[in-house]
């Protein structure tokens, strides 16, 4: 059904209860993607499991801290994954490329088309790129929110038509899943639904995020034009399921909204990276929400904060203080204090490449 899909497994799925590695899952999840593969879908492996790997195998001093322990268990289990992965894919007679980013990676256009060549090289020769975040190397600060984010960034980068988020339950859940009468939510549209209500906010015990983590990645990526699927990787044969009739597998899936414009997709995820703020009145939220594409005068903005410059990011914010969007300055902060009480001067951010997020 999907030509290509960007597949996330999360630590839950790929070990046990004791942190080691659930070998024969991961045997069965690879077998899976090999039989894509061979029905030439373009897949991308977004894995979790590094850390959980790790944490099998190394016995920490009680002096060290939780960010060098992270660092320290990503550095040692990386290599029993990937090995483990590289071992199982040549068993099918198929190579694998590791690629291990950070969030910096994605900082800039021109980092963020590096980004997207390698991989579309790895998937014209034929191999299979399975990618982590490097948490050896990277800090709180720098993180992605867990392996969710990353693989929503993804799948908007090299516009894939499906992106498979696997966890250990089977979806989104209309109420509490323990108690007796409760369902999976089968269809989500792509914004404006608020599922809070629904969702825990436990993380799980070797991941990072949780369900409502999951929730807002797969609704900003289903809202750039991806099919999200939220399903649970320990069923048997799920990829395989989800891929050839997604409505047989009891699962939650999120509707696609329409395709953006490479530019926008790169904006979608980059709000850590923005610069400075622009701090918009009712007018212009509502000028920028409304059906007619709109871009942001000066009229509209009541307060900047932060220095600019042309084509740096800048996050825009509503009366009530929300991040509704971000954009690119088309000029600098000083032209745009020059200005400020120019209702007809040129926008700041212009329609093309200003992104506007989606509730939740």
Known sequence: MFKSIIIKIGSNVLTQNDGTL???????????????????????????????????????????????????????????????????????????????????????????????????ALWDNGIVPIINENDAVSVTALMFTDNDELAGLLATMMSSEALFILSNVKGIYNGDPKEEGTEVIRTLGSSNTDLSKYISATKSDFGRGGMLTKCRIAQKTAATGTSVHIANGTEKNILVDLNKNPDSVEHTRFIPGEKNPAVKKWMAYSESFASAEVHINKGAYEALHS???????????????????????????????????????????????EHLSDKKYQPLIHYDYLYLFTDI
Do not use: P, W
């Open 22 to 120: 659930h070998l024969e899952r991961v045997a069965h999840l690879v077998d899976q993607i090999a039989e894509l593969h061979a029905k030439n879908k373009k897949v991308i492996l977004v894995t979790s499991g590094a850390v959980a790997a790790g944490r099998s195998m190394v016995r920490l001093s009680k002096k060290t801290d939780t960010v060098s322990s992270r660092q320290l268990l990503s550095s040692v289990g990386q290599v029993k994954l990937i090995n483990t992965y590289s071992d199982l894919f040549q068993g099918h007679g198929i190579l694998c490329g590791q690629v291990l980013v950070t969030k910096q990676d994605f900082r800039s256009r021109e980092h963020y088309l590096n980004m997207k060549n390698c991989l579309s």
């Open 291 to 337: 059906s007619k594409a709109t871009s942001l005068l000066l009229a509209g903005i009541v307060k900047m904060n932060g220095d600019f410059k042309k084509g740096d990011l800048l996050k825009v914010i509503s009366e009530n203080g929300k991040v509704i969007g971000i954009g690119k300055a088309k000029y600098d902060r000083s032209k745009a204090n």
